[in-house]
């Protein structure tokens, strides 16, 4: 049975929270300034919850919510860990970033831990 299953749906009836998307390239000026940035906007999912983690310098952060995006925002990008993301008039710092896999190796979703 798992064999036969290439690509996981997405649930997008739980997509309704209005986003916007900055996303920063890893390039970086001589004033250490990201050079580029990705934009887009769209629905997501939006799951508020309070976490807290320690950073590797021993800080800790809290971690305000994660979000759920369908596909891959940037394929343009190896990395989507840096820029910030509006959701509900309300800016959010990315702290981390993923993008998980299907079966047949597509992008299922574009996910990120915000702060």
């Known amino acids: 049975m798992a064999k036969n299953i290439k690509k996981l749906p997405f649930p997008d009836w739980l997509a309704n929270v209005d986003y916007e998307l900055v996303l920063n ?3 970086i000026s001589e004033d250490g300034e990201p050079i580029g940035s990705v934009e887009t906007s769209g629905k997501c999912i939006f799951s508020e919850k309070a976490k807290r ?3 590797s310098e021993g800080k ?3 971690l305000n919510g994660k979000v ?3 596909g891959d925002i940037a394929p343009s990008l190896k990395t989507v860990s840096d ?3 509006t959701i509900n008039g309300r800016v ?3 702290y981390v970033g993923n993008r998980p896999r299907n ?3 597509t992008i299922h979703s574009t996910q990120f831990e915000v702060m």
């Open 83 to 85: 820029g910030n993301i």
């Open 25 to 27: 390239t890893e390039e």
């Open 60 to 62: 800790a952060i809290i």
């Open 103 to 105: 079966p047949d190796g």
């Open 92 to 94: 959010y710092e990315i």
């Open 53 to 55: 983690v320690i950073d």
């Open 68 to 70: 759920i995006i369908k």
